[in-house]
């Protein structure tokens, strides 16, 4: 689904997506944080989590400073993310780098408002900011679930 002639980038879903970002700010007990930024077009992102004991998400919070198709992206996120299996979290973000990267199909099921990003893989530079809300839920994930020993504070600020 790239962008056809007519059709925006930034079109209207998105540009809605993008001034509604439920979750947005900071948990109060986060299990883990991450900030994660797109050096290439400057988009901040930081993101806490929280997991249950069946490895699902309890909860969710970010702060975004992006672009709207960066927002966009943390805007579905946010509102689907929550009671999700981490390892769905994993699948999505390697099914939103191979819809960008490759061409590939966009997420389906719970997650099919992410298909409203498809047109971006026809801008490589708009990439980053698109997955950097999967790149600080993977981070906090590989802290929680791989690394769980490691204090929140001491996770913070990785890039």
């Known amino acids: 689904m790239s962008v056809q002639a007519g059709e925006e980038l930034y079109n209207a879903h998105i540009l809605a997506l993008a001034g509604d ?6 948990l109060a007990h986060p299990q883990a944080a991450a900030d994660v930024e797109s050096r ?3 988009s901040r992102m930081h993101v806490e989590l ?6 699902r998400i309890a909860d969710f ?7 709207a198709l960066g927002q966009a992206a943390a805007s579905i996120v946010a509102r689907t993310i929550v009671g999700r299996p981490a390892a ?10 191979a819809m ?14 992410l298909r409203l990003l498809a047109g971006v893989r026809d801008y490589p530079m708009r990439h980053g900011s698109v997955m950097l809300v999967f790149r600080g839920v993977e981070a906090c994930l590989q802290q929680i679930l791989d690394q769980p020993s490691k204090p929140v504070e ?6």
């Open 88 to 97: 769905e979290l994993r699948a999505v973000s390697a099914r939103m780098r």
């Open 21 to 26: 970002m439920p979750r947005a700010g900071r």
């Open 40 to 42: 290439l077009c400057g």
């Open 154 to 159: 001491e996770n913070m600020g990785q890039k």
């Open 50 to 55: 929280s997991l249950t004991k069946e490895a």
């Open 100 to 113: 960008l990267e490759e061409g590939g199909p966009p997420p389906a099921g719970v997650w099919r408002s």
């Open 61 to 67: 919070a970010h702060e975004t400073e992006a672009c």
